[in-house]
């Protein structure tokens, strides 16, 4: 499975971003994918994650009601919605596909996309 993140740029603190992660394989049914960033000099951290199914969400605490992570079916494609960006937001975004384990463990994730690139400005 090859995944098509899009969507990162430059924005004011405060703005918003609206990042998308297709997936190249017209039957996929995973049973969950996740956005994850990676600031530089830093480990690459949990950002948002969603079953593929049932559309259970889970957030780290950091972007709790600022993200928003959704999928569509037919398009095999999961979204990240970033609204009230801060400074601290600045990151490459990876998306992945879960496929054995914790939402949280980057191990869990056995496909990755190539990242996007966010830089919030203060």
């Known amino acids: 499975v090859q995944l098509q993140a899009s969507g990162g740029g430059l924005v004011q603190a405060g703005g918003s971003l609206r990042l998308s992660c297709a997936a190249d394989?017209?039957?996929?049914?995973?049973?969950?994918m996740a956005w994850f960033r990676q600031a530089p000099g830093k480990e690459r951290e949990f950002v948002a994650g969603i079953s593929w199914r049932a559309g259970t969400t889970y957030y780290a605490d950091s972007v709790k009601g600022r993200f928003a992570i959704s999928r569509d079916h037919a398009k095999i494609t999961v979204y990240l919605q970033m609204n009230s960006l801060k400074f601290e937001d600045t990151a490459v975004y990876y998306c992945?596909?879960?496929?054995?384990?914790?939402?949280?463990?980057?191990?869990?994730?056995?496909?990755w996309g190539q990242g996007t690139q966010v830089t919030v400005s203060s």
């Open positions: 992945a596909v879960n496929t054995g384990g914790s939402y949280y463990a980057p191990g869990s994730y056995g496909y």
């Open positions: 394989r017209r039957t996929f049914s995973p049973y969950a």
